[in-house]
Structures are given as C-alpha cells and as structure tokens.
C-alpha cells in the first residue's frame, strides 16, 4: 500500500490535535450534565424520506448501499444523518411514551453531508445540540435556560484556564418580534420579506431595499422600515425602546419584543468578558421553521466563517399528528470551530500522549522493576507509560520530550527513585506510592498561539 | 409523521440505559489513558479498495453514494468502515512522519456492516480498540503490555462499585505455539489445519479429526494429537508442560510457548476474580492474519455469544513497500457486550437525567430564587434542574422520583431552605452554598439485576 492521501471534507486530527478537541467535547458535555441535560445518542442513518422532508438539502444527503446487496430490501431507503435534529424528532416520537416531559437532552456527534467541500465546509463534522422538549407546550422560560447553558458552555470554552479558545458573540432574535413589526407596518408578505432582510450580510442595503420594493409588495417607506430595524442592535434590553420609536405597533410585535427583552434580561449575568449577547434585529435564520427566538454565534477573529452555533424555538419540533412537541435549542459546530484553529496551530495540546511521566528502563531485565513503578504512580491516578527499551538515558529523555511526557523517572542501582522534570532539568528523590506532579502537568494541556492578522481572515 | 419503527441492526438506547454505556466508555478511556494510550479519532469512511482488502468481509461494507451526485467523482468510491483495524493502518500509513512509535492508541467509535442482522449482530455498533504499533520491530513486551491494558479495563468493569457487568474470561493462545507443533508433527497444510481446529467450538471432536484426515493430509494419529493439544487449558503457565509431554519439537513450537508463558506469568498480577486468563491451546482466530500471540473473550453467563474482545499480534499491521509496521491490538466489542445486558434489565441507570437535585419552585414569580439555587450547587459541580412549572409540591416530588433524581430542594416562605431525600423521606435545612449530595448521589449509578436462569441463555 502506498502513502494514502487524506479525503477532502474528512477532516482527522493528529493526537495533540485530539487533545484539544476532547477537552472541548469534555467541557460541552460537563456543562450540560450540571444542567440537568441528558446525554443521547441516535444511529447514523434515518429513512431518506425523513432525511429529505426539508427539500433544500436533499442534495448533502450521503445513500447507503450494501455492497453485495441483491434485494431492494429493508436497507434500500437509509442515508447519514445531516443533522442532529431530524433524528432527535425521530427519537422522540418513537420513544415518547418512555421519556418524561420536558425532556432535556444533549447529542455530541459525527454529521454528514455530501456537499462539495469548502472553506470552512466538512464532509464529515461533529456537532453538539441541546434541546428541551415538550409535550403540547413548552413555557417561555425555557427558551432562557438554553440560551444560559449555551453562554456558560462557551465562556467555559473560551477561559484560558479551560480550553482558551477567542471569544464569541451570540446574536438573539425573536421572528414574533420581526413579522408582526412587518404585518403592522402593513406588508402581507411576512416570509418573503424576512428571506430578503436576511441577505443583509451579503448585499448592500440599498439593494434589499430595492428587493423589499420589487419581490414583496413593499413601498419605499415600509422596505425604509424593515431596515431600520434590522439595524437594530443592543447588548441589553434598550432595544425596545428602540423599536417602539419606529411608531409600530402589533399584538405579534409586542409578544416578540416581551420574549427578546426577557430572554436578554435572563442572560445579562453570563454576559461579558469573553463572551457577548447581542440583540440582533437582524438575524432571522431564513430557511429553517423557527417560530420564536433564533440565535446565530460568531466566533472572534473569524466572523467571515458565518455562524458556528445556532438554534431557535420550534413550535412543532415533533408531531404525531395526534400529540405536537414543541422544542428549543442550539447547536454548536465543534468541527466548524476547531478544525481552522487547529489546523493554524492557533491551539494545540502539550503533548501527543496522556502520559505524566515515562518510566526509564536501565536494563531490559528491569523492566517488572519499571512497571511496578508505573503501576503505582497509576493506583493514583498519574498517567504514565514505560520506557520502550534500555536505551541510553539521554535517548530516553529525548523520547519523553518529543511526546511532550514532562516527567521522567530513573530507578537508580542502589534501588532509590528520581524524577526530573525534563523542562527545567531539576531532578529530586521521589516515592512512587506518594510523589504526584502538579496538577496542571496531570493532562495535557491547551496551548493557545494568537494568530497573525492574515492568518485570521478566513 | 405516524410513530417511528426502530430500524433492525441499528440499536438505541434510552437515556438511563446511555447512562451505562457512558460510564463504560469514560471507564475504557479513563484506563487506557492511564497506560499512556493516546485517543484518536477516525473518519467513518474509507476508499472502497482499502476496505475490500480483506476478501471475506466484502459483502459487509455500507457503500456510500451522494443522493444528487451527477458525475461519478471523488466519492463515488467509498464505504463506511466495517472495523477500526483498518482505518487505523490507513491513518499510521498517512501521518507515520508525524507520528512517533512505538506508537500506542485507543480508539472508541461506532462501525457499520451491512450484513443481516441476527443475534447479537448489528449494523451499527461501538467498539473500543488498543493497539500498540512500531516502526520495522515491536518487542513482545508490546504483546504482555497491551493484554494487562485490557484486563486492567475489563477488572474496572466487572467491578461492583465501577460499572458492575459480569465478569470475563480471556483466552489466549500463539500462532507460533500450534503452527510449530502442527509443523513438528509433520504435517504441512498448517493453515488449513488451523482453520479445522478453529471449528472446535460448533462440531465434535471426532468429526474435526475426520476432517483432519479428509482434508488437511493428517494421518489419524496427527489429528489425534492436534486435538488434544487443542484441549490444553490452564490458567497459569503450567500448559508448557502439557505441551511438552505430547512430545513434539519444533523451532517454532518452543518460541510459540516461551512467548505465551512469558505472557501468562506477566497477566498473573491482574488475573483472578471477575476476570480470568486461560492459556487456550484452542483459540486460533482463524480468518485473520495473526503472527504471534491472539486474544478472545468470553463475557461470563453469555459464552454462547461467541468473543466479545478479540485480538492479537500482526507482524505487518501496515506497510508503504519501504516500512512495515508490526502491531498489536485488542478490541472490545462494547455494543456486543452492552445491549443484550441493557435490553434484558441485567444493568441500567439509576436515574434518566444527570440532575442529583430538582430545585421546587413555589410559584413562577419564584423562579430567579431557584435559578440561583441551581447556579450555587452547579458552581460546586452538583448537577441539578429547576422543577419546569409552580405545580403542587407534591407533583414536583413525583417529578423528580419518575427521573429518579434523589434530592428536591425548597425555599421556604421565609427565605430559610431544605432538601428532602425523597428515597428516606428525610428533609432537612441546608444552604445552597455549601450542601453536597453524598459522593454516591452525586452522578448516576448503574443498578444491576441478576439475570434469570433463562434470560441468561442467548
């Protein structure tokens, strides 16, 4: 077999680089167990009738075939899931009369689309959702609760002391707030004008302006309107004020306007530092079905990347026709964040291996010698490995210091113990049932470089 | 949408059955990371070429095509992978400049066949995989080191106040061992004779030494003696004896038996209990590519599953042409092991959700006071949950005992506050900034039922 080439839109990571992601997968999944959310898996493949029910992404679908099959049979209508919300819905309703309402869950796993790879677009990435959902209704409040464990999962990652990735803004808004703001300003088109308003971020005003004039039936003055509160933006709940002084007024507007400054209200004690909330009157998440508040996220210094972590209120997330379950929740794209942070070294792990401390081996017949010491430092939780062969000492250092292993531990001939940590060269005696290393030489950590401006740009 | 049908070969697990098949996980990860095992992730894919490889498994391999794809392009040829054998060899092969050897790793990911589902068979499972890997050489000491990896794992989850499964028997046996004795008796077609011996475990004894006969070129007395060192079975390293009383000599057979008795006294300390080590002069693996030392075994009440962790020692686990890569490596099957358990109650969660305390709420304008009580426990790592809705306190009880969370905390009307332990019954006053469920309460556990005499039966 010759050198085999990476798959484009697979993206794998070397083990340093796993490092860092398991410590973010680790501190997502810490966050949602402190609040109360259960962690779920479904299987990778649903019927493609269920895959394609959301038309526009038929084409990122992944089919599976067996290789060998010669039947159309049972397997014949299966593809990888795209997202962790279509199989949740699925989970849901068939398994309902067993979960307890309101459920909570978080799902951390592997998505698939057969697009056409780009930047910042993957074949195959990792996601981490969490939702609440309800049987019938699903009170307001909750709307708050996901917001503040998604704010607390990301000040955690963004901590230097935790993982120190840069920090984020979290962008909210309410579709009441935006369509009854549009149906008292008189439009009908409610829909239309929020897919044009959307294509703010990538056209100039004036031109969805236009737009708002020539494809939804608006006048000068009301496409005027819908931009001036798309321009809207507070980190608290001044935003009301804001609106109300552009004169309209509607049951739906004041519901929306009741919900945002509630929700913004809620999150204010997690807010700050590292990272914002914003009310954003711009945000709408044009295509999908939300209901009620929408949420984007940008990360900083790589805004270009769009957003890396969005969600929003469904009224019928799930229905069976006879029961409807309404959900709210966010989803983070793990892949979407890391894979360009690490692939820029703008983070790494400190070392390619869990181990603490490598065993030295004087000869190859110390070797039980070795592993009882391992074995020790192991009865107390210290990673560790062994010394692969009797090479000379130097060489041995060497091995520990291209893995990253802080620590090496030398058995001396009279039958007493030194550790010598290998970065400032200091060496002292030592007890394998008692010595520990610092706590932060324990695991590996995140090393975080900054990036230089060009690297930035994405 | 009408209520979902599970989809056969595909199992899911209820949040409280998760429960149990995370503690195995995080237990796997947490021992192999103890022995300086690093945790690598691959993509689920592979090139279909790479994954034909092995003739036999062909029918098994999910192949993936793009729903919309026009052109036959990139992705036209690739599967999801069947094993992480294979995926590992690939990713050693593409980033051996990057890695450094020997170079030991775990891998815990799901894998796909697409073969017809039947008992204890999935197309979709986990498996948990150590392998140690070299460049060119790999000592034995490699072979010994990953065996007491994987009996430190399968002790932690045999182990009442870890996860509490049943327990195991490892089986061991060496290639070198029988293919030297096979060679010492004369006879020539050893692989054929070892795929014989292999079927000792589906037909009886006399029909494997006619078959010795009709197809190996044995005489009766060979096959005679090939059967009865396939009966050797002993659980320290006394089979050498054994072995040598049948009065065969070969350069091969005395390397094969030094290797498995060096093996055996190496296991010794970590044998015994809930798990047990058998030297089992039956066990060949026979399809696989074995070179040295193999692995099965057998989950205690349930050995009619045939293995539930395999594995062994491959002298060119991978190769570019220049380099060859020995390996060894073992993999558990934690699917295979877990949802026959979990589906007949013999362990499950004790509780659906992480919260060890549901925060009542005496009416909704209460619900800043409880939120705060919950962020005073979660800031001491308490997982908890504020009660959805201002219902009844007694409907709030029954809330929290249909999750199974232990603890309901009230605020008094006079500011002052209790928990109840709604198992006891016992409430008392405590202070959100200092009280702690006890260490037990605090994650969920796993709650084991012994199996009846006839559920244990597979």
Known sequence: MSKPTPLSGFPELLPAQRVVEQLVVDTLRQTFELH????????????????????????????????QAEETGSDAGIGLHFDLTVPFARYVLENAGKLE???????????????????GRYREFTQADIDVIGRDTLPFHHDVEVTKVMLDALRRLAHPDVVGLPGFRLQVNNRKLIQGFYLGLGLQQVDEVMRLVDKLDKLPAEKVAALLVAEAGATAEQAEACLRLAGIRTEDDSFVEQVRALGISHELLDEGLEELATLMRG???????????????????????????????RLDGYESMGSICSGGRYDALASDGRTTYPGVGISLGVSRVLVPLLARGVVTGSRSVPSAVLVALAAEEARPEADAVADALRARAVPCEVAPSAAKFGKQIKHADRRGIPFVWFVQPDGTHQVKDIRSGEQVDADPSTWTPPSEDLRPQVTTTAPSTEEKSS
Chains 1, 2 share one sequence.
């Not at 493949?45 to 959301?54: A, F, S, T, Y």
């Not at 309402?101 to 689309?113: A, C, D, G, L, N």
């Not at 999150?267 to 990272?275: D, E, I, K, S, T």
């Open 36 to 67: 109360g959310f259960a962690g779920i898996e479904t299987r990778a493949v649903e019927p493609l009738d269920q895959l394609l029910r959301k038309g526009d992404t038929s084409k990122e679908v992944y089919v599976l075939r067996r290789l």
């Open 267 to 297: 999150a204010a004690p997690l807010a700050g530092g590292a990272v914002r909330v914003t009310a954003d009157l711009s945000i709408a998440r044009g295509l999908d079905y939300y209901t009620g508040t929408v949420f984007e996220t």
């Open 101 to 119: 309402f309101p459920f909570r869950r978080f799902q951390i796993q592997k998505v698939w689309r057969g697009e056409r790879p780009q930047d």
